[in-house]
């Protein structure tokens, strides 16, 4: 079995702490994305790699940070610095030849 | 801008009833579009895309979904709708292929009544 994996499925962290989620694809294939979603609100792109060591702010990157030292891995890390992390965040990657984006399990962050 | 809007928040209709979801974007040339669908607590999961050619396309689960350019419009449908089929739809659409990101609409919530 393989694809595209996403852990913890459920996460639950202290205002103030950083949290890291984690992301990993066995494809082959660059191109990776972070998405938040809450309810009513749809997707909303944080941060994207298009290759590895380089990645791009999406349209709400504020409090949060990634890394692309590997193809495989593109973890996200939630800081304190986000003001209201408690979502649902999904993590995809695009086929290049489609275009087409295929998404993981997702990870619920809860702030206590 | 551009843009992606799926009018319906909430619809539902009645096991067996046909279903028709709406998709709209604003754009000058044809982007690719797509349907993904979500279990409450899951990923999305890939219905249909449209990239060019024929404009009427054919998904998993037996939905079926239409390129209009002349109404901007990418609709699903499927023509006798089951239990199973309750969940959140998303359109999508790649505008610029070089960027490599989609933009997603809000969602279209399906409840389906016995």
């Known amino acids: 079995d393989g694809g595209i994996t996403q852990s913890p499925k459920y996460l639950f962290r202290k205002e103030g702490q950083n949290v890291t989620l984690s992301c990993e694809q066995n494809?082959?294939?660059?191109?990776m994305y972070w998405y938040r979603q809450d309810p009513g609100q749809g997707l909303r792109l944080i941060y994207y790699s298009q290759i590895v060591n380089d990645f791009q702010k999406g349209d709400i990157a504020e409090g949060y940070s990634v890394s692309r030292e590997k193809k495989e891995s593109f973890p996200l890390t939630v800081t304190s610095a986000q003001k209201n992390p408690t979502a649902f965040y999904l993590c995809a990657l695009r086929d290049a030849d489609t275009d087409t984006q295929y998404f993981g399990p997702g990870t619920r962050l809860t702030v206590l | 801008a551009q843009s992606v809007t799926q009018p319906d928040i909430h619809i539902t209709v009645s096991e067996g009833a046909s279903l028709e979801l709406r998709c709209n974007y604003s754009?000058?040339?044809?982007?690719?579009l797509f349907w993904y669908v979500q279990s409450p607590g899951q990923g999305l999961q890939l219905l249909l895309k449209y990239f060019s050619g024929d404009t009427l396309v054919q998904g998993i689960k037996g939905f079926e979904a239409e390129f209009k350019r002349s109404q901007s419009s990418f609709n699903l449908r499927k023509p006798s709708v089951h239990w199973s089929d309750a969940a959140e739809y998303f359109c999508a659409v790649v505008f610029n292929t070089n960027a490599g990101k989609s933009t997603f609409g809000d969602g279209t919530t399906l409840t389906v009544k016995p």
């Open positions: 494809l082959n294939h660059d191109a």
């Open positions: 754009y000058g040339a044809t982007p690719y």
